[in-house]
């Protein structure tokens, strides 16, 4: 089982940053992509970011050049820097990791969700 936390919302006023991060622990034998989403209330969940263990990253249109997604194979974790937020960049932030644990067994999981606010 793997489990995933998320940490480093909050509220921020516009134009300000906040950086998250989500550990995956558990039986984890390799953790192929791991990705951020997001959900504003009665909205769809949707893709913020991404990045491959090799490095390679995927945004959404709408954070391109404010957000950058980083990660450290070694500690199993995963970084969201966002700048120059913007009130509709208020949502929960979920973090995604897929991969393999210790017995080959494939995983996707979630983490419970952090909530950033941008509000002045």
């Known amino acids: 089982q793997v489990q995933l936390e998320e940490s480093g919302g909050g509220l921020v006023q516009p134009g300000g940053s906040l950086r998250l991060s989500c550990v995956a622990s558990?039986?984890?034998?390799?953790?192929?992509?791991m990705g951020w989403y997001r959900q504003a209330p009665g909205k769809q969940r949707e893709l913020v970011a991404a990045?491959?263990?090799?490095?390679?990253?995927n945004y959404a249109d709408f954070v391109k050049g404010r957000f950058t997604i980083s990660r450290d194979n070694a500690k199993n974790t995963a970084y969201l820097q966002m700048n120059s937020l913007k009130p509709e960049d208020t949502a929960v932030y979920y973090c995604?990791?897929?991969?393999?644990?210790?017995?080959?067994?494939?995983?996707?999981?979630w983490g419970q969700g952090t909530q950033v606010t941008v509000s002045s």
């Open positions: 558990g039986s984890i034998f390799m953790t192929n992509a």
């Open positions: 995604n990791a897929a991969g393999w644990g210790t017995r080959l067994n494939s995983f996707d999981s």
């Open positions: 990045i491959t263990s090799g490095g390679s990253t």
